[in-house]
């Protein structure tokens, strides 16, 4: 009788950075290599991933002082190899390995489908690298969704690449092309989530609502509203540009599309967002947020800004205070503009990077205000929460609002993957209590 011996699973670390794609990607390439189980302990790893973001020059750097603390590691395990993945890995490829030697793979986000094979070679004592933009379509190629149960509400990337090119944004260049998936391989991606227990889904798109596989986004919104189980539909993120008169229409026809959405505006002057290259003007988009109000009243609308872009005057500045102040955001994230090797905005003459940080903290406080009152706003008011997990006190559970507001539940009957009614009693800075109803 031969003995048949197995080898323990080996250990897999894998670390993310920036947007939620990456976050989907991780997952996806976890599952896609055979033989490991996931860590939370880099130190205990036999492989690690740093799935890295490069939108900003911090962003960036933070993976070069992260493989810095990594080396050692080597040390202590000789069996360990270490990849790096995603945006930076796209941008700098084979430039990694020679300014940290202790890296023995770089992977692009469009060939994560090769991971499984670089991996037998690093293992081999080889290095790998690959960015390359390949023909076929990864996803079709990385293995299915694992039969495990999961958290309420999932990523699914339906779109990848952008073709905008705005200035100052390396997101063209990392990711590439505008690609979408077909939609029946979503809507099967949706139902074996559904089957394992997700609830909610957040389709993703570095434009989503430039999706067309096959179908328009409104299409493929209304057709996964008519999933069994599934419950609430996002999207992010929308372009300006993109949003059609049947995307608008979803948010008032489709009750699982939830009234939230981010669309970036980057700057409220027209003459900034003219060399941002965004060809929409600060008009046009409050025009556009009026239409979508108009159909959906309720909406939380969110944005990105970017301040200090090359030659910003203080005018410009107020023209970006003035929109905020007209639009009224549940939630804004502004950034510092940052030089992107490559980019066209690099070239052009700086904004002194005092006076920039002086705007972002105006920018955020006008920001925290117009958050903090609609959050307050929210108290003696009914809401609907997909309770994700157990909150900190005793008895109290944890979830979502429809307008993405995290929920402290008191006193909670619900479980896990319910969607309740609730009453909020309480708003702090970044969440609300309440009382299921
Ligand atoms: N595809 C999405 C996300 C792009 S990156 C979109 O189009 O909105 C997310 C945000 O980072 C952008 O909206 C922008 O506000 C910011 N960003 C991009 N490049 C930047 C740069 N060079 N400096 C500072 N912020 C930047
Ligand atoms: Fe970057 Fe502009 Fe494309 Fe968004 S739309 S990913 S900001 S180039
Ligand atoms: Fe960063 Fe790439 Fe996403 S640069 S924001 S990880 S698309």
Known sequence: MSEIKLEPPKKLFIKTYGCQMNVYDSERMAESLEGYVQTDRADDADMILLNTCHIREKAAEKVYSELGRLKPLKELNPDLKIGVTGCVAQAEG???MRRQPAVDLVVGPQSYHRLPQMEARVRKGLTALDTDFPEEDKFEHLKGRKKMQRAPAAFLTVQEGCD????????????????????????????????????????LGQNVNAYHGGMTLAELIRALGRVDGLERIRYTTSHPNDMDDDLIAAH??????????????????DRILKR???????????????????????????????VGFPEETEADFQATMDLVAQV???????????????????ERPQVDPVEADE??????????RQQYAIQESMVGRDLSVLVEKAGRNAGQMLGKSEYLHSVHIDNATAQIGDVVRVRCTRAMTNSLTAVEI
């Open 252 to 269: 008032a026809d489709t009750p699982k599309l939830m009234p939230y959405l981010h669309l970036p505006v980057q700057s409220g002057s």
């Open 328 to 346: 009224n955001y549940g939630y804004a994230y502004s950034f510092k503009y940052s030089t992107r090797p490559g980019t066209p905005a690099s």
């Open 359 to 368: 705007r972002l903290q105006r920018l955020q406080a006008l920001i925290s």
């Open 164 to 203: 905008k090119f705005c200035a100052f944004c390396v997101v063209p260049y990392t990711r590439g092309a505008e690609v979408s998936r077909p939609a029946d391989k979503i809507i099967r991606e949706a139902q074996e989530l559904v089957e394992r227990g997700v609830r909610e889904v957040t389709l």
């Open 94 to 96: 084979a430039e990694i």
């Open 276 to 306: 941002m290259n965004r060809s929409h003007t600060a008009e046009s988009y409050l025009r556009l947020i009026e239409r979508i109000r108009a159909v959906r009243p309720d909406i939380m609308m969110s944005g990105d800004f970017i």
